[in-house]
């Protein structure tokens, strides 16, 4: 039987999106259908599963890349086993890298998540937004984590970047909607003496050691300066100009509460406790979600087999 041409996500039906919105296999893909069919801003991407051929990457890669009007794509990995040593993605890479890239994540049992690239040197804002509360029909909270200029969303998930602004909204009635008022919130800022300093050397270490070598910017041994020449050297002088993440976190607060509780209420899951997502605002500007996650099922998708015996390997 063959396998069918990986399809862009902007461009399936809402049967489609609904049958994706509900396969626990793929995670971020699961989410990301789940995003879309809400009306929320999400990259246009393609899901690429194990046992496709390098042949139907290409095709499925040029697809993505003539519907958004690129010559680079994302690359990102999806499964139901995460480890910490599972790949980093996030990187954009020519059209023509990609099955030579994607084949490894395909033959460990990974799905590939093809994207239109970002730029993540210039993000504007970045958020980190969790939901939180003891159970259904009882009062919860929302978390705001923000990161201004320069920073991206891995920064916060994975990165061990602290926020430099939180906003946090307690008494939230998560079935009912109820605006919040602004004495409601409580929004603090990192005041640590040298915290700047010590969060933008942070950025540029992962940046030297994990992205700009991936990407093939960077080579050897790099550190921190290597990768802030990298950036001044292309004009990507946003991580070193002033960062009001404060006032641009509050100007968007609102909103941000506001799909918070729609996404809150599509939760296929009624019994959730915690879920959090990702909020970027590009240079362009523009703005999208990442990825929808449930903390109670992060990890409980059933893995593809060969993942299933990489992780007894290990």
Same mark, same amino acid.
């Given at each position: 039987? *063959?396998?069918?041409?990986?399809?862009?996500?902007?461009? #399936?039906?809402a !049967?489609?999106?609904?049958?994706?919105? &509900?396969d626990?296999?793929?995670? &971020?893909?699961q989410?990301?259908?789940l995003?879309h069919?809400?009306?929320?801003?999400?990259?246009?991407? $393609? #899901?690429?599963?194990?046992?496709?051929?390098a042949?139907?990457?290409?095709?499925?890669?040029?697809?993505?890349?003539?519907?958004?009007?690129?010559?680079? #794509?994302?690359?990102?990995?999806?499964?139901?086993? %995460?480890?910490?040593?599972?790949?980093?993605g996030?990187?954009?890479?020519?059209?023509?890298?990609?099955?030579?890239?994607?084949?490894?994540?395909?033959?460990?049992?990974r799905?590939?998540?093809?994207?239109?690239?970002?730029?993540r040197f210039?993000?504007?804002?970045?958020?980190?937004?969790?939901?939180?509360r003891?159970?259904?029909?009882?009062?919860?909270?929302?978390?705001?984590?923000a990161?201004g200029?320069?920073?991206?969303?891995?920064?916060?998930?994975?990165?061990?970047?602290?926020?430099?602004?939180?906003a946090?909204? !307690?008494?939230?009635?998560?079935d009912?909607?109820?605006p919040?008022?602004?004495?409601?919130?409580?929004?603090?800022?990192?005041? $640590?003496?040298?915290?700047?300093?010590?969060?933008r050397?942070?950025? #540029?270490?992962?940046?030297?050691?994990?992205?700009?070598?991936?990407g093939?910017?960077?080579?050897?041994?790099?550190?921190?300066?290597?990768?802030? *020449?990298?950036?001044?050297?292309?004009?990507?002088?946003?991580?070193?100009?002033?960062?009001?993440?404060?006032?641009?976190?509050?100007?968007?607060?609102?909103?941000?509460? %506001?799909?918070?509780?729609?996404?809150a209420?599509?939760q296929?899951?009624?019994?959730?406790? $915690?879920?959090?997502?990702?909020?970027?605002?590009?240079?362009q500007?523009?703005?999208?979600?990442?990825?929808?996650?449930?903390?109670?099922? &992060?990890?409980?998708?059933?893995?593809?087999?060969?993942?299933?015996? %990489?992780?007894?390997?290990a």
């Amino acid at each position: 039987m *063959a396998i069918s041409l990986p399809r862009p996500l902007h461009a #399936l039906t809402a !049967d489609e999106l609904t049958a994706a919105a &509900k396969d626990r296999r793929w995670p &971020k893909w699961q989410t990301m259908a789940l995003l879309h069919s809400l009306q929320l801003p999400v990259l246009n991407a $393609c #899901l690429i599963e194990p046992g496709h051929s390098a042949a139907a990457v290409r095709a499925a890669a040029h697809v993505l890349a003539a519907a958004t009007g690129t010559e680079k #794509l994302m690359i990102r990995s999806d499964g139901g086993v %995460e480890k910490k040593r599972y790949y980093r993605g996030g990187n954009t890479f020519p059209v023509e890298e990609i099955p030579s890239r994607a084949a490894g994540l395909l033959a460990h049992g990974r799905a590939v998540i093809l994207a239109e690239p970002t730029n993540r040197f210039t993000n504007r804002l970045t958020v980190l937004i969790r939901m939180d509360r003891p159970g259904p029909r009882q009062p919860g909270s929302l978390t705001l984590e923000a990161l201004g200029p320069g920073y991206d969303v891995a920064d916060l998930t994975r990165g061990q970047i602290p926020p430099q602004v939180t906003a946090h909204l !307690d008494d939230i009635d998560w079935d009912h909607y109820q605006p919040p008022r602004w004495n409601e919130w409580n929004i603090t800022g990192d005041h $640590c003496p040298g915290g700047e300093d010590a969060r933008r050397h942070r950025r #540029l270490e992962r940046l030297a050691t994990q992205i700009l070598t991936d990407g093939g910017h960077l080579d050897g041994t790099v550190g921190a300066e290597h990768a802030e *020449a990298w950036l001044r050297g292309r004009g990507f002088l946003h991580l070193f100009a002033p960062q009001p993440t404060r006032e641009a976190l509050a100007k968007r607060a609102r909103r941000l509460f %506001e799909d918070a509780f729609f996404l809150a209420a599509a939760q296929p899951n009624r019994n959730w406790h $915690c879920l959090a997502t990702a909020f970027s605002v590009f240079d362009q500007p523009r703005t999208i979600y990442w990825d929808l996650v449930d903390g109670e099922r &992060k990890y409980a998708a059933t893995a593809p087999a060969a993942a299933r015996h %990489e992780e007894r390997a290990a």
